[in-house]
């Protein structure tokens, strides 16, 4: 495969078209760096939560995110509807405490988390989101490595970058490989 790389580097317009490269690979992981729950998630990880003990709804959230290592911290808008359903349902109670609501599970709340799944919702994603959310990372930071040595490298250590960058994905794909 030929590289799209010139021989002398990365000088004027073919430095803006790289930066602009880098930003889209950015802003395309960073898409997807949070991951979106399922439909029973939000009420799995808020009812696991509240068997701990009594919260409030930003608490939940930030709890949320905590635990999965900030791979899923869920808005507002799904936890505030969820946490008014379960009130519906029984389940939990709220109550007034310096101006917030705080969260409780009720009797009926106990027992439905004493009879589901023991796994909270961040114990099986977190791994693999965490992984998943390091990956990006490693990319952008990678790219923005190769655009430096595009800018400010002399033209042979453009082609050492080259074949650093041709092996690394040789060797990437020879992970995939392997499962």
Sequence with gaps: MRSSYPAGGFRGN???SMW???EELRSRFEKRAGSRAGRGEVRSAVLALLAERSMHGYQII???EER????WKPSAGSVYPTLQLLADEGLIRAEESNGRKIYSLTEAGREAVAGADASA???STAPASAGFAALPKAGVELAQAASQVGRT???EQVQ?????LNDARRRLYAILAQG
Excluded: F, H, L, M
């Excluded at 999965?68 to 791979?71: D, V």
């Excluded at 050492?160 to 650093?164: D, G, L, R, T």
């Design 153 to 155: 490298g002399t033209p």
């Design 121 to 123: 919702p961040w114990d």
């Design 160 to 164: 050492e970058a080259v074949a650093v």
């Design 20 to 22: 602009e490269a880098v």
């Design 68 to 71: 999965s290592g900030g791979s």
């Design 14 to 16: 073919n430095v803006d």
């Design 62 to 64: 930030r709890e949320i």
